[in-house]
């Protein structure tokens, strides 16, 4: 299998059936979700960094060499987004999120330096009360001083309820590795040999 971008899904009819773990990627628009699917496939733009920021609603399936699909979606606060593409974006998701034993891992981008905005504390919730597998990812760490850190962390701590997170940087590829390793738990841990 190669690291591919596999295909754009607008509506979950057009999903395939299940084969391997799903790893599905959300966040506010301009987190960076796209430079983080780069860095963490060690490609240069098989995921583009957009110019044009929550213009598609789509469901961007990435195949993976290591064997599982990532998932990238639309940003949510995109403010430029009209009603009826806000609309949109929210029936996808919400459907998305419901198949039941579809989804494996949510990542869910938060900005290192904004920290959690209201919207990303939405989902948050709705992440818990779905009770779905995720984990808080922190983006742009390059554009924190190490000064910072400890308060910012604190802030964060705080209002996501002292759950797990790790620090990730596009720039410097620090984290990675730790994504890697949640990842791989997923497809060695028989999740996909049902
Ligand atoms: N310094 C720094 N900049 C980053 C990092 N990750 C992303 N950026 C920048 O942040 C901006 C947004 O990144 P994208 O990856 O396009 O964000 P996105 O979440 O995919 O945005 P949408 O597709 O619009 O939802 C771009 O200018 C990136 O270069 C990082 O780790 N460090
Ligand atoms: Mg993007």
């Known amino acids: 299998m190669e690291t591919k971008f596999l295909k754009s899904v607008f509506n979950i009819k057009q999903l395939d059936q299940k084969t391997l773990p799903e790893v599905l990627l959300v966040g506010r628009s301009n987190v960076g979700k796209s430079s983080f699917i780069n860095a963490l496939l060690n490609r240069k733009n098989i995921a583009r960094t957009s110019s044009t920021p929550g213009k598609t609603i789509s469901l961007n399936y990435f195949q993976v060499d290591k064997g599982?699909?990532?998932?990238?979606?639309?940003?949510?606060?995109?403010?430029?987004?009209?009603?009826?593409?806000?609309?949109?974006?929210?029936k996808l998701m919400n459907d998305y999120l419901s198949i039941?034993?579809?989804?494996?891992?949510?990542?869910?981008?938060?900005?290192?330096?904004?920290?959690?905005?209201?919207?990303?504390?939405?989902?948050?919730?709705?992440?818990?009360?779905?009770?779905l597998n995720f984990h808080i990812i922190l983006t742009k760490a390059d554009k924190v001083k190490m000064s910072e850190r400890v308060k910012k962390l604190r802030i964060i701590n705080e209002k996501t309820y002292g759950l797990p997170h790790?620090?990730?940087?596009?720039?410097?590829?620090?984290g990675y590795n730790k994504v890697e390793e949640l990842i791989s738990n997923l497809t060695i841990g028989g999740q996909n040999e049902k």
């Open 68 to 90: 599982y699909f990532l998932v990238d979606a639309p940003g949510y606060g995109y403010a430029r987004r009209s009603k009826a593409m806000q609309d949109e974006f929210l």
């Open 100 to 131: 039941p034993n579809r989804i494996d891992l949510v990542l869910l981008l938060v900005d290192f330096r904004i920290g959690p905005t209201n919207d990303d504390l939405v989902m948050l919730d709705y992440l818990l009360e779905r009770k």
């Open 166 to 174: 790790i620090i990730t940087s596009a720039e410097t590829k620090i």
